[in-house]
C-alpha cells in the first residue's frame, strides 16, 4: 500500500464549493468531556473512539444547536433528560455547560460565530442563558446577552433569540444554516413499522424515512432511486428495480423485484429487507439529498466489509454533485482504509479519569509519525489500535 499524506488536499478529495459548514466546534462541561474541547472541522469529519467514549456525544453538541434554533432551548435541554444529563459529570466550575461553533466556507472559514453558555437557575432550576454571542464575518458582535432588557426581565433568559424569528434578523443566514442539520442512524425495524411515522418529523431513526422519500418531487425521487437500485445490483445482484409504492391502505413501501429461479421476479418490500439492505438505502438516499451538515452514526453497521471501504470514495463523488458536510463516527478499520482520507479530517476520542480528551489526528504524533513513514498499513490499522481500550485483553467472561 502506498504512502499516506498526512493531509489531502480538500478541493482534490471532497470538490469545490461555496457552501457553508462548520469550520470548529469548542463544548466546555459537555457530556463526558471535561474542561475545554476545541477542534476543527473539514468538510468531512471521521470520528473514532472505543466504546462509551463521546462520539455520540460530539454529533448530539451540533443536534443540540439545532434543536435550539427549531424548537427553543427549553426543548432542546427537555428532551436530553434535564441540565444534570447533559453537564459533564467531571465538571466542577463553571456552572452549566457552553456550546461555540465557527461556520464558514472553503473562501472564508469565519463567516459566523455563534456562542451559548447555559446554566440551572439557582432558586428556579430552569435553564436559562448565561451569554449568547454572534459575531458576523466582518468580526462585529451582532448580539451580545445578556442585553439590559434582559436584566429588567430575568425571564426572558429562558430561550435562546436563535429560536426567535423576531430577535435573529441580523443572523438569520447561521439560523437557517443551524436548522438544516440532519441526523441519521437508521433503526430498521422502525422503517417496518406501518404507524411508524405517527406524526413524527425528521426521525433520526427512520421512523418517516419513507414519508419524506414520498413527499420527494417525483422526478428526483424516482431519478435517485434509480441511481440506489443501480448500487443495490452490485452490493446484491438479486434485487432489481428498486421503486415506491402505496399500498390501499395509504402507507408507503420500499419494493423491489427478487430475481429467482423462476421466469417472473417476486416483489418484495421493506418488510422482507435485510437490516444492512435498509440501512444501506438509507444511507445512499441521505447522501445524495442536498441539504446542511449530514450527522452519520456507524455507517458500517450490518454491511460486507468491502462495501464498507467503497463508502469514502461514494462520499467523495456524491459530495461533487451535492456538497454537504458529512461528520460521521466509526469502529471500522476497513471505513479508514481509502487513501483518500486526510489526518485532518479525522479526530480520535481517548476516554480517561477526568473525561474523554479529543484529539485531532494530526496532532496524534503516533500516528503521524507512522503515517510519513514508508510502509504498508492503512490509516485504519494505524489508528484502531490507539483508541482500543486500555485494558482490552483483559476482556472476558468470569468462569
Given at each position: 500500500m502506498a504512502?499516506?499524506?498526512?493531509?489531502?488536499?480538500?478541493?482534490?478529495?471532497?470538490?469545490?464549493?461555496?457552501?457553508?459548514f462548520f469550520t470548529s466546534l469548542?463544548?466546555?462541561?459537555?457530556?463526558n468531556f471535561h474542561g475545554q474541547v476545541d477542534i476543527p472541522l473539514a468538510p468531512r469529519v471521521f470520528l473514532l473512539g472505543p466504546n462509551a467514549s463521546g462520539k455520540s456525544n460530539v454529533l448530539d453538541a451540533l443536534r443540540f444547536l439545532r434543536d435550539t434554533a427549531d424548537?427553543?432551548?427549553?426543548?432542546?435541554?427537555?428532551?436530553?433528560?434535564?441540565?444534570?444529563?447533559?453537564?459533564?459529570?467531571?465538571?466542577?466550575?463553571?456552572?452549566?455547560?457552553?456550546?461555540?461553533?465557527?461556520?464558514?466556507?472553503?473562501?472564508?472559514?469565519?463567516?459566523?460565530?455563534?456562542?451559548l453558555q447555559v446554566r440551572s437557575h439557582p432558586q428556579k432550576h430552569v435553564p436559562e442563558v448565561v451569554a449568547e454571542r454572534v459575531t458576523d464575518a466582518q468580526g462585529r458582535q451582532v448580539l451580545r446577552r445578556p442585553k439590559r432588557e434582559d436584566k429588567d426581565d430575568p425571564d426572558r433568559l429562558r430561550q435562546t433569540h436563535l429560536e426567535q424569528v423576531v430577535a435573529n434578523q441580523k443572523f438569520r443566514p447561521l439560523t437557517e444554516f443551524l436548522t438544516s442539520i440532519r441526523y441519521l442512524h437508521i433503526v430498521p425495524q422502525l422503517m417496518r413499522d406501518l404507524d411508524r411515522s405517527a406524526g413524527r418529523r425528521n426521525d433520526p431513526f427512520g421512523a418517516d424515512f419513507?414519508?419524506?422519500?414520498?413527499?420527494?418531487?417525483?422526478?428526483?425521487?424516482?431519478?435517485?432511486?434509480?441511481k440506489i437500485s443501480q448500487a443495490l445490483q452490485i452490493a446484491i445482484p438479486q434485487l432489481q428495480d428498486l421503486t415506491l409504492?402505496?399500498?390501499?391502505?395509504?402507507?408507503?413501501?420500499l419494493q423491489v423485484r427478487f430475481v429467482h429461479w423462476r421466469k417472473r421476479p417476486a416483489?418484495?418490500?421493506?418488510?422482507?429487507?435485510?437490516?444492512?439492505?435498509?440501512?444501506?438505502?438509507?444511507?445512499?438516499?441521505?447522501?445524495?439529498e442536498k441539504g446542511g451538515p449530514l450527522l452519520l452514526e456507524e455507517p458500517e453497521l450490518g454491511l460486507h466489509t468491502a462495501l464498507v471501504s467503497r463508502l469514502p470514495s461514494l462520499m467523495t463523488r456524491l459530495y461533487r454533485r451535492s456538497p454537504r458536510q458529512l461528520l460521521i463516527t466509526t469502529h471500522s478499520p476497513h471505513?479508514?482504509?481509502?487513501?483518500?482520507?486526510?489526518?485532518d479530517e479525522v479526530h480520535l476520542l481517548k476516554p480517561g479519569p477526568q473525561g474523554t480528551e479529543m484529539i485531532p489526528a494530526t496532532e496524534h504524533q503516533p500516528t503521524a509519525s507512522l503515517c510519513s513513514e514508508d510502509g504498508q498499513l492503512s490509516l485504519g490499522e494505524i489508528l484502531m489500535p490507539a483508541v482500543a481500550p486500555e485494558q482490552v485483553d483483559r476482556f472476558h467472561m468470569a468462569d
Open positions: 504512502t499516506r499524506n498526512p493531509e489531502v488536499p480538500r478541493d482534490k478529495r471532497q470538490g469545490q464549493s461555496g457552501g457553508l469548542q463544548m466546555v462541561h459537555w457530556r424548537k427553543g432551548l427549553q426543548a432542546a435541554i427537555g428532551s436530553r433528560g434535564g441540565m444534570g444529563a447533559i453537564r459533564s459529570l467531571h465538571a466542577r466550575r463553571p456552572p452549566g455547560f457552553t456550546l461555540a461553533v465557527t461556520v464558514g466556507n472553503r473562501n472564508q472559514r469565519e463567516q459566523w460565530k455563534y456562542s419513507l414519508e419524506a422519500v414520498a413527499a420527494t418531487p417525483q422526478r428526483t425521487r424516482d431519478a435517485r432511486l434509480r409504492e402505496q399500498d390501499e391502505g395509504g402507507h408507503w413501501h416483489k418484495q418490500d421493506e418488510r422482507a429487507f435485510s437490516d444492512g439492505t435498509l440501512r444501506l438505502i438509507g444511507l445512499l438516499w441521505s447522501l445524495a471505513l479508514l482504509n481509502d487513501p483518500g482520507i486526510g489526518l
